[in-house]
């Protein structure tokens, strides 16, 4: 976008404009990209101290977010151990370099969608919560594919994501159901399945999601209800991110409720025992078996981490 800045960028991510852990590390690069351009510093140093700024801005805007966190790391560490002497050129580096990964994350989430889809059979009534694009592509190339389904969404509440998610399905014509999240143990008995994003998977096989995915996980495994989550293996992580809080003021005016402490987190974290199996672009694993891609991440140290 021609008059896209940083600044612009990083306020959408804020205020959820910007939202999901795979749109929100597309524009963490898109960041770096316009950083680089716009540059105008005259040596490697002052250019990496511009770079290193904006990373450190946009990881501050979403802190549960190992993916976008990768992201950065790899373009910034590319960016440090780059042979080239020319700043002009580096500037240049940087911009392809991050469009190379924004190549790879579109691909990485066409093969989740292509893997997801395969769970998907006629007759289905998938319950989604939030809006993940790992999700709406895989139910899109189920829809592509013919497969006849239905999809309960729910609000997601306090700022109604699953309102996206609910017009991208419509759009393509796939039939949904759209509810608030207090119905989701009301609507489970006609779910056949639960398929989910996650913004971290956490060595254990448990997942954070979406403020609102523990219920209903527990309520899916209490019904019998398989718990589907669809991610990127970049947001496989040793670390336990820390879960955002947001502003109280996204659920009530503070002050028409005195004296109640109001809180507001993002994200919750389902343990592994309510996963029934993760889908990414490296295949299917059950929760028990994310320690291995761990480990074989490890060994092959595909992202460096730098912050
Ligand atoms: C979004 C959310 C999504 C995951 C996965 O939360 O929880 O399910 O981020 O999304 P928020 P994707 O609206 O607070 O960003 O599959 O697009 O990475």
Redesign the pocket.
């Known amino acids: 976008m021609a008059n896209e800045s940083v600044a612009r960028i990083i306020s959408d991510i804020k205020s ?1 404009k ?8 597309e524009a963490g690069l898109r960041c770096l990209s316009l950083t680089a351009k716009k540059s105008r510093s005259s040596n490697k140093a002052d250019l990496i101290g511009e770079l290193d700024m904006t990373a450190r801005k946009v990881l501050s805007t ?1 802190p ?2 190992p ?1 976008l966190k990768k992201v950065i790391s790899s373009v910034m560490v590319q960016a440090e151990v780059a042979e080239i002497k020319s700043v002009e050129r580096l500037k240049g580096f940087v911009e392809r370099v991050c469009n190379e990964q924004l190549r790879k994350l579109n691909e990485i ?1 066409r093969k ?1 969608a292509e893997t997801g889809a395969k769970e998907i059979v006629d007759g289905d009534v998938i319950l989604t ?9 895989a139910l899109s190339e189920a829809k592509r594919q013919d497969r006849k389904f239905e999809v309960i969404v729910t609000e ?1 509440r306090p ?1 109604y ?1 699953g309102k996206i998610t609910a017009k991208e399905l419509l759009n393509q014509k796939i039939p949904v159901t759209y509810s608030i999240d207090s119905a989701s143990g009301h609507l489970m008995k006609r779910a056949t399945k639960v398929l ?4 971290a998977i956490l060595q254990d096989g448990s997942v ?4 609102g ?1 523990l219920p209903i996980a527990i309520v899916a495994h209490r019904f019998g209800k398989p718990f589907i989550v ?3 293996s970049l ?1 496989v992580t040793r670390d336990i991110p820390n879960i ?1 809080q ?1 502003n109280p003021k996204e659920l009530i005016n503070p002050g028409k409720l005195r004296g109640a402490k109001i809180v507001n987190p ?2 919750d974290i389902t343990p592994a025992e309510y996963v029934t199996k993760i889908i990414t672009e490296k295949g299917v694993f059950r929760p028990a078996e994310i320690e291995k891609l761990v480990a074989y991440k490890q060994q092959k140290s595909f992202i460096q981490s730098r912050y």
């Open positions: 959820l910007i939202q999901g852990a795979n749109d929100v590390a979403r549960t977010e993916e989430v989740v919560h939030c809006h993940s694009k790992n999700v709406v592509a997601t700022l994501q989910v994003g996650c913004d954070i999601n979406k403020i995915t669809a991610g990127e947001k955002e947001r993002a994200f």
